[in-house]
C-alpha cells in the first residue's frame, strides 16, 4: 500500500523557517516524483515544488525560488522542503504527492497518490 505522511508544520513567525519531511512507503521511492502542494483557506491546490525519479531533478513554483529547498533522502525514503524567509501567504495546509510517471511536475492532476496534509502558519 502506497503511503505518504507529511509532518513538520507548526507556527513560526515571518521571516523564520520550517522543514517539512514526507516520509514514503509502499513503493520504489526511485520510481516516482515527489510534489509539494499547499492549500490555503478558500484557495485552490497549488503547486510549490518537486523533485523528478531517479536523477532528482527539482522545479518549484515561482512563490517558492529562492526561499524553499526541496531534497530527498533515498535511504530514508523521505522527501524534505526547507523553508525560509516565510510569509504569512504561506499559510497553508501542505501536502505531499506521488507521481508514478516520475516526471513530476506542479499540476495536482499529475499525482497518483496523496498524503495528509501538515498545517503551515506563518505569523506577522
Known amino acids: 500500500e502506497v503511503q505518504l505522511q507529511a509532518s513538520g508544520g507548526g507556527l513560526v513567525q515571518a521571516g523564520g523557517s520550517l522543514r517539512l519531511s514526507c516520509a514514503t512507503s509502499?513503493?520504489?521511492?526511485?520510481?516516482?516524483?515527489i510534489g509539494w502542494f499547499r492549500q490555503a483557506p478558500g484557495k485552490e491546490r497549488e503547486g510549490v515544488s518537486c523533485?523528478?525519479?531517479?536523477?532528482?531533478?527539482?522545479y518549484y513554483a515561482t512563490s517558492a525560488v529562492g526561499r524553499f529547498t526541496i531534497s530527498s533522502d533515498n535511504a530514508k525514503n523521505t522527501v524534505y522542503l526547507e523553508m525560509n524567509s516565510l510569509k504569512p501567504e504561506d499559510t497553508a495546509i501542505y501536502y505531499c504527492?506521488?507521481?508514478?510517471?516520475?516526471?513530476?511536475?506542479?499540476?495536482?492532476?499529475?499525482?497518483?497518490?496523496w498524503g495528509q496534509g501538515t498545517l503551515v502558519t506563518v505569523s506577522s
Open positions: 509502499g513503493f520504489t521511492f526511485d520510481d516516482y516524483a
Open positions: 523533485i523528478s525519479n531517479s536523477e532528482r531533478s527539482t
Open positions: 504527492a506521488a507521481d508514478l510517471s516520475g516526471w513530476g511536475g506542479l499540476q495536482t492532476n499529475d499525482y497518483d497518490y
